[in-house]
């Protein structure tokens, strides 16, 4: 069996964010949770056990749910350093693991981390019989320091080169035959090892003369230390996202682009969610966050070219004046509205009427004052929600909640809209 231990003991001072830095969210979502998925999704992984710090190990059961983490099966405290984390997590797993098991320790903070390394670090430990550790070459120009501080010290200073070509830089995750793991802590408590070196498991296989095997590395699999760390993985995110051809089918499609206005796109969202219909925020932007009219990001479903239109029975444009001019720039846009009007439900509120008014799929509607010119042909009526065969309309913010209540009626029922306006205390 190969076990993830992954290690999320840490406060995270360094970072200043008031919370453990493998708490902190990215997009919405911690980055422990980013860490966990690749161990969890890896095919030679078998379980995972999270070593956390106290107050978060209820946080680990309710991550496990919400991510859907089949593989993690147990949670248990994680110590002051490094080392006591690898050893609570040792420890629990005396009546789990059995000796010829691997075990792979990895820092929570890590969430770099790519399959191919997380596969070699097991395939080098089971051929050395007793341990690999991630490792890459060191590749910058490199010299010893005077001081033991920081090169930010003006004091410090270098005038001692050191041959890269020497230098192995570790790190996780490391992996163990179970039982050498044991065996080795066991040795150095008896003998007071653990006490005389530095709280890491690679210092105290230098003390007591073990040998260390390189497995696999990545220059670019960092523990997040610093603000700009997280800067740099919410990038990597990002990119990762774009990259993504996964499609996504929903009941609902709500097109955003920068500048929509949020209430007219968020709250519709919410509202039919509520009415258990799968929305999906799709960005016509090229990427996976838009930003709202009031330089709000907000991170959406997918991109809209990933949609599976022929699962959805209604697509939604919200209005705002810089967004409805993308939208309106948009060939995907137009070409799903026409399709949809078809035989399913196009809507729009504020000023996205003029959208679909300029295509000619309506005779009549209402749109924000604001833009009653911009309407063709089309008959404006003074009212918050109009029901033109199947193109609705909404008049603007102020009517957003009718709006989004009449799509809960025309795609779920009228007894759900009563009861989410019951809900919400909206009154007509």
């Known amino acids: 069996m190969n076990i993830a231990v992954i290690l999320a003991g840490g406060v995270g001072n360094r970072l200043g964010a008031g919370i453990p830095k493998q708490f902190v969210e990215i997009l919405g979502k911690p980055i422990l949770a980013y860490t966990i998925e690749p161990f969890d999704k890896h095919p030679d992984i078998d379980a995972i056990l999270v070593v956390c710090v106290k107050p978060y190990v209820d946080y680990i059961w309710e991550l496990k749910e919400k991510y859907s983490f089949e593989k993690l099966k147990w949670v248990t405290e994680g110590g002051a350093t490094f080392q006591e984390s690898v050893m609570n997590g040792m420890n629990y797993l005396s009546d789990k693991a059995q000796k010829d098991d691997t075990v792979l320790f990895h820092f929570g903070a890590s969430p770099f981390i790519k399959p191919d390394i997380i596969a070699d670090v097991i395939k080098v430990c089971k051929e050395k019989g007793t341990n690999a550790i991630s490792t890459t070459d060191y590749l910058l120009l490199s010299g010893m320091k005077k001081l033991p501080a920081s090169v930010s010290d003006p004091n410090n200073f270098t005038e001692e080169y050191i041959n890269r070509d020497t230098i192995a830089v570790m790190n996780t995750p490391h992996a163990f035959q179970y039982g050498f793991l044991v065996d080795m802590y066991k040795e150095a408590v008896e003998t007071g090892v653990i006490d005389t070196v530095e709280p890491h498991t690679t210092t105290l296989m230098y003390a007591m003369g073990k040998k260390i095997f390189f497995s696999k590395g990545s220059q670019d699999n960092i523990k997040i230390t610093t603000k700009d760390d997280l800067e740099l993985f919410e990038g990597y995110v990002l990119e990762q996202q774009l990259k993504s051809k996964d499609k996504v089918a929903g009941d609902v499609v709500v097109f955003l682009a920068d500048g929509f206005e949020e209430c007219e796109g968020l ?162």
Do not use: W
């Open 267 to 428: 709250l519709v969202v919410d509202l039919l969610r509520r009415a258990r219909l799968k929305v999906i925020m799709a960005s016509i932007m090229g990427r996976r966050y838009v930003k709202s009219s009031r330089e709000i990001l907000i991170q959406v479903d997918c991109l809209a070219e990933n949609v599976e239109y022929d699962k959805a029975q209604l697509i939604i444009l919200p209005g705002g004046r810089i967004g409805i001019e993308k939208l309106r720039e948009s060939k995907l846009v137009k070409e799903k509205c026409r399709e949809f009007a078809e035989n399913k439900y196009v809507a729009a509120v504020c000023s996205a009427p003029t959208i679909l008014a300029g295509l000619g799929l309506m005779e009549k509607a209402t749109v924000h004052p604001d833009f009653k010119d911009s309407m063709e042909s089309v008959e404006v009526l003074d009212e918050s929600v109009v029901v033109d065969d199947n193109i609705i309309t909404g008049q603007g913010l102020g009517a957003t909640i009718p709006f989004a209540l009449e799509l809960v009626k025309i795609l779920v029922d009228e007894e759900v809209a009563d009861r989410i306006a019951k809900t919400i205390c909206f009154r007509e």
